[in-house]
């Protein structure tokens, strides 16, 4: 039974498109995050939410919005796709917020061309 | 500074011999520290942990934290092939509601 699930796995569109990343856990954790990884292989907190609240919101480009329909589930949209936007995006979640060992889904490789 | 540095690599270490991996961190006030494994094309996954300044071990791998030194390490004796992976180690910052990683280190276990 997977723990963290991320929907599409590989995501490869042409710039200015809009897009959606769909994320789930089943650990029943109260908080859920959005990491980009980029070539380089830096993972970057881009967002946050603990039960469906937006707690922490990294200096992103407003073309990235977060949703949290319940706890258990985490989407990220975005909009006008831009060829910097290309890496792989983790979901991932934890118990509490910022302490505690985190669970990361398998990634989304998005390919912006 | 940046909050937590490691050094990117490759670490070439071979078979059998100790891998000694390090992170520094600058939030002084940081109170746990997490070393997570990333293999090639995988997501990240968590190996230790370690609250209290000493050492603690689990099998092969031993964390190592300095807090007056601020750096943290992450030690695997008789490192294996299967050990070759990228090693990001995470601190809590920010009102410890987020975890920053450091830029992960790359090692690579020669047979």
């Known amino acids: 039974d997977t723990a963290v699930s991320q929907t599409p796995k590989y995501l490869v569109t042409q710039m200015g498109n809009d897009k959606s990343i769909k994320c789930e856990q089943n650990l029943g954790h109260d908080t859920m995050y959005w990491y980009k990884q980029d070539s380089k292989k830096f993972l970057k907190i881009m967002f946050s939410?603990?039960?469906?609240?937006?707690?922490i919101n990294e200096t992103v480009p407003n073309r990235f919005s977060p949703k949290s329909p319940d706890k258990a589930h985490l989407n990220l949209h975005i909009n006008s796709l831009e060829l910097g936007d290309s890496a792989v995006y983790f979901c991932?979640?934890?118990?509490?917020?910022?302490?505690?060992?985190?669970?990361f889904g398998p990634g989304t490789r998005l390919t912006v061309l | 500074q940046k909050e937590v540095e490691q050094n990117s690599g490759p670490l070439s270490v071979p078979e059998g011999a100790i891998a000694s991996l390090n992170c520094t961190y600058s939030d002084r006030g940081s109170q746990s520290f997490f070393w997570y494994r990333q293999y090639s094309g995988k997501s990240p996954e968590l190996i230790m942990f370690i609250y209290s300044n000493g050492d603690k071990e689990d099998g092969r791998f031993t964390a190592q934290l300095n807090k007056a030194s601020q750096y943290v390490s992450l030690l695997i004796r008789d490192s294996q092939p299967s050990d070759s992976a990228t090693y990001l180690c995470a601190v809590p910052s920010g009102g410890y509601q987020k975890v920053t990683f450091g830029t992960g280190t790359k090692l690579q276990v020669i047979p």
């Open positions: 939410y603990n039960n469906k609240e937006l707690i």
């Open positions: 991932a979640s934890s118990p509490l917020a910022g302490e505690n060992e985190q669970f």
